[in-house]
């Protein structure tokens, strides 16, 4: 059976004009994407960035501006869901608590799901780092607004 599975992230940048991305691993795959991740059955979208932020690397987030929602279809890499993808400009209130690193899928551990944090800089950032697809698109547009 198919099903929608909204999911919801959000743009990071930081003074140094670096990006925040999310290197992580589940089901055997690496992949790279831009934090955040599913809502919860009755939750916002702001909300439920705000909670994936703070779940995923204790910082607390402002939303800002909407960038993009994915509007063609998109079949999940994991499982038979049709992905809605929402991505925001977000700004940081609090520090980011857990250690940042500087490799890309440098885990320190081998137990899934494993996810790290790195800056990245938009000087040189490619969208060939990120794994799927509608990240790519959202980058892009997310360019135009920098």
């Known amino acids: 059976m198919s099903y929608f599975n909204i999911r919801v992230y959000g743009f990071l940048v930081n003074d140094k004009a670096e990006l925040l991305i999310s290197d992580e691993k589940e089901y055997g795959m ?6 955040g991740g599913g809502l919860e059955l009755g939750e916002g979208l702001v909300d439920g960035l ?3 932020f703070q779940e995923e690397c204790g910082a607390i987030i402002e939303v800002h501006e909407h960038i993009h929602t ?8 994991f499982n038979d869901s049709q992905v809605i993808a929402v991505y925001y400009k977000v700004k940081l209130l609090s520090p980011i608590l857990y250690p940042i690193k500087t490799k890309k899928f440098d885990f320190g551990s081998d137990q899934e799901p494993l996810q790290a944090f790195r800056w ?8 060939r780092e990120l794994t799927f697809e509608i990240d790519k698109q959202a980058l892009n547009k997310f360019l135009m607004t920098i």
């Open 50 to 52: 705000k909670r994936e």
């Open 70 to 77: 994915t509007d063609t279809y998109v079949q999940s890499a």
């Open 120 to 127: 990245v800089s938009l000087e040189t950032f490619n969208e």
């Open 30 to 35: 690496l992949f790279s994407k831009f934090p």
